[in-house]
């Protein structure tokens, strides 16, 4: 079982609604959690973070946290066709703030 | 600050040639990584060094790969000899203890090896 999951994708939805990305992660002391999005043939950069249970806006982002769950995802209301890249769930280790594990990424494609 | 700051942009070379890949980190960060990503395995960790000391290389493929930190503001890793299943976008990122730990990534290097 690998430490940080995503769910499968690709991702695909159209134009204004609402995409869902899902995490799940294994080590329970795990304290920091990211998203990062990637566009084709571009550097992984950073969208959002968190730290505590429950939600955090960011614009058109939210991400929400239940560390009992093991659980994060990232939510992108009024979806746009630039929002169309691959997204990077990462965790920080919680013995070792500094590093970051990275799932796979769910590549998400918003059809206008 | 300029961020993180990889180069060469893009690397091709022959087989069994040596190649450095080169990073200066943001400045006052005290983590660095260097990751490699491939379609077929994802964003792979090759090693992280804190404070210029390298912390965990257990993501090194194998002993031709090396890198090193020689101060706060430069790392290298090196391949020798390179072999074509290197081909490969590395990344170098930093981050800071003292600012929540995200990672910020450098532009990448293309590695092609022919």
């Known amino acids: 079982q690998k430490e940080v999951e995503q769910n499968s994708g690709p991702l695909s939805v159209p134009e204004g609604a609402i995409a869902s990305l899902n995490c799940t992660y294994s080590d329970r002391g795990s304290q920091s959690f990211f998203w990062y999005r990637q566009y084709s043939g571009k550097s992984p950069e950073l969208i959002m973070s968190i730290y505590s249970n429950g939600d955090k806006e960011d614009g058109r982002f939210t991400a929400q946290l239940n560390k009992a769950s093991q659980y994060v995802s990232l939510l992108i209301r009024d979806s746009q066709p630039s929002d169309s890249a691959t997204y990077l769930c990462a965790v920080n280790e919680g013995t070792n703030a500094g590093k970051s594990t990275f799932g796979d990424g769910t590549t998400l494609t918003v059809k206008p | 600050d300029a961020g993180v700051i990889q180069s060469p942009r893009h690397e091709v070379t022959e087989m069994g040639q040596e190649v450095t890949l080169r990073c200066k980190p943001i400045?006052?960060?005290?983590?660095l990584f260097w990751y490699r990503q491939t379609m077929m395995r994802g964003l792979e960790l090759l090693i992280y060094?804190?404070?210029?000391?390298?912390?965990?290389d257990s993501g090194m493929p194998e002993d031709r790969f090396s890198a090193k930190m020689p101060n706060a503001s430069f790392s290298t890793l090196k391949i020798q000899p390179s072999e074509p299943r290197d081909s490969a976008v590395y990344f170098c990122?930093?981050?800071?203890?003292?600012?929540?730990?995200?990672?910020?990534f450098g532009q990448g290097t293309r590695l092609t090896v022919v």
């Open positions: 990122a930093s981050s800071s203890t003292d600012k929540n730990t995200e990672a910020f």
């Open positions: 400045s006052g960060h005290d983590y």
């Open positions: 060094f804190n404070n210029n000391v390298p912390i965990d």
